[in-house]
């Protein structure tokens, strides 16, 4: 995903960083299907011409603080291609592989002002500098904020390792009809008494938002920006004001070709009960749908949802419930997994330079949580069981190359970006791996235990390998996408309402029955749980379906 030159002004032999690794994805990218303009190295904002680059020169780094207390590297970019000029810097933690991007630009405009989408700063101001830090770094970092002119807008910081003001020839400063507003991302680096270090995004994201991320940082003082976070920050992000950008996303067959390279192995735990299914199965197995006032006569549903309510709002006016004879219902709960299917909704993100493929899968019964109260693992009964459960996973795939850098996990009412670099593959293949959390179906990209709470008290959501493995690139489908009018929507798609009943039980009651189980130091951190066990998992409540998530036109949280 590119390659580093480095450099070093330290002569000190030190023990080698993840950083020190250049990411590639296991396997070449194939040959992308014929389309318009996905995958051509270039994108039109409008006069505004950018290219992604993730070659880059070593500047400046530092060993200590940020992430894993490994501290940070600072890069420019390298091989522009010819008539493109840099817009910023790059900066990333050194606990990962060099794995990132930056965009370059190329003047394209025939503005009637006589105005050129790129000019040079008429300056810079001195934002930080390392020379009074006792840190272990090499040389000198110097961070530099462009002074743009009247009319422009900087979108990226300059880093050096001199003293000296950089050349006003070294970077570019963008028209500002052309930028937009930014917001801090995830910590890169930091000092508590000096400088933290931030990558930025977009701060309008979604389907219909014209914010195009750089891939450049912000340098923010630690005691005082931070105090005035809701202040517009110093660096813009880039803006796509170009009425025909969806040209700039893949086809629906390179929408095929894209899942086949990278669709995920989702490994279910191996004690996991309840197992995804396709939605046509569910319904199929005596799935009912209930209206309120009629609870009495609940109707058998359609494989593809034909006769569920279409549109509106979650009411509570109808529900989906499991088949009213117990054996069927226990049936219908375990799931099928070999009818299971990827449901994909294909989006726009960040302006049109990458493409979401959001996944989901259905679960027709989320089964209890467990806690976990110091060495002592404690059934929570009836607490966190409800039908109908919805899980999904986003790739984020770039529109300039079919590259994916990076991965949304699912985890309850959140989730987490993953960086490419930080997955694990299968089979020297591109295609990579999911751990679907046992009971809860929470998804996460490494086996093991995450415990929702404190260290110590919390609930489980534990994963692991075994022979319960769905291969989502074997049966998947397009249900809906942003970017295409062939594609119909199943009826499905379109119910609004909960997929399970609401149930409320007496929690004093579950607790209780905890408490009695319990002596000592443990009933005592009964209350202690209680606080930390998540909204979602008391009471039994149905969730409502993929479309009335925020994320459905949204970024990710």
Not at 303 to 331: E, F, H, I, K, M
Not at 356 to 366: E, H, Q, R
Request: proline share 7%; glycine share 10%; charged share 15%.
């Amino acid at each position: 995903m590119g390659n580093c030159l480095p450099l070093s002004s330290s002569s000190k032999i030190r023990k080698a960083l993840p950083i020190d690794t250049i990411f590639k994805l296991p396997s070449p990218l194939p040959t992308w299907p014929t389309g318009e303009g996905f995958a051509s190295g270039t994108i039109d904002l409008g006069g505004l011409i950018v290219c992604q680059v993730t070659t880059f020169t070593k500047i400046w780094a530092t060993y200590e603080g940020g992430p894993d207390e490994l501290g940070a590297t600072f890069f420019e970019p390298s091989s522009i291609p010819q008539g493109f000029f840099m817009l910023g810097c790059y900066s990333q933690p050194n606990n990962q592989p060099l794995s990132g991007w930056i965009l370059a630009g190329k003047d394209d405009s025939s503005d009637p002002s006589g105005q050129t989408t790129l000019t040079k700063p008429s300056d810079y101001t001195l934002v930080w500098s390392s020379e009074t830090l006792n840190i272990d770094q090499d040389g000198h970092g110097y961070i530099w904020l462009p002074t743009a002119p009247n009319g422009y807008k900087a979108v990226g910081h300059i880093v050096t390792n001199s003293p000296e003001k950089p050349s006003v020839d070294k970077i570019r400063c963008v028209r500002a009809d052309l930028t937009d507003e930014s917001e801090i991302d995830e910590l890169i680096w930091g000092q508590s008494n000096g400088v933290n270090i931030y990558g930025l995004k977009p701060t309008v994201r979604g389907t219909q938002a014209q914010g195009v991320g750089v891939g450049t940082f912000i340098a923010q003082n630690s005691t005082t920006d931070e105090a005035n976070s809701t202040s517009t920050l110093s660096l813009a992000c880039l803006k796509n004001n170009n009425s025909t950008t969806l040209s700039y996303m893949p086809n629906m067959n390179q929408i095929d070709a894209l899942f086949q390279a990278y669709s995920p192995i989702i490994y279910l735990h191996p004690e996991e009960t309840y197992l995804p299914s396709s939605v046509s199965w569910f319904f199929n197995n005596g799935a009912l749908l209930y209206q309120k006032g009629e609870e009495s006569n609940p109707i058998p549903i359609e494989p593809t949802g034909s006769n569920l309510p279409q549109g509106g709002s979650n009411d509570d006016l109808y529900w989906l419930d499991l088949p009213a004879d117990q054996n069927a219902r226990v049936t219908t709960m375990k799931g099928d997994i070999q009818s299971s299917e990827a449901y994909l909704h294909i989006k726009p993100m960040l302006g049109a330079t990458f493409t979401d493929i959001a996944m989901w899968i259905f679960y027709p019964f989320n089964g209890p949580s467990t806690a976990k109260l110091g060495f002592i693992d404690v059934p929570l009964g009836k607490i966190g069981e409800h039908v109908g459960d919805w899980e999904h996973i986003t790739l984020r795939i770039s529109n300039f190359n079919g590259v994916m850098y990076s991965a949304y996990f699912s985890q309850h009412n959140g989730g987490t970006w993953i960086d490419a670099s930080l997955l694990e593959f299968s089979k020297s293949t591109n295609k990579f791996v999911g751990y679907s959390a046992l009971n809860g179906h929470a998804f996460y990209s490494q086996p093991g235990l995450v415990l929702q709470g404190s260290n110590v008290i919390g609930i489980r959501n534990d994963t692991a390998k075994s022979e319960k493995v769905m291969d989502t690139g074997d049966r998947y489908s397009v249900v809906a996408s942003e970017i295409s009018t062939s594609i119909v929507e199943p009826p499905w798609l379109n119910y609004m309402r909960k997929w399970g009943p609401s149930i409320t039980y007496d929690i004093g009651v579950e607790i209780e029955k905890l408490e009695e189980a319990l002596s000592g130091e443990l009933r005592n951190q009964i209350e202690s749980l209680v606080n930390l066990i998540p909204d979602e998992v008391f009471g039994e409540e149905g969730p409502t379906g993929p479309k009335m998530k925020n994320s459905w036109s949204g970024d990710e949280a």
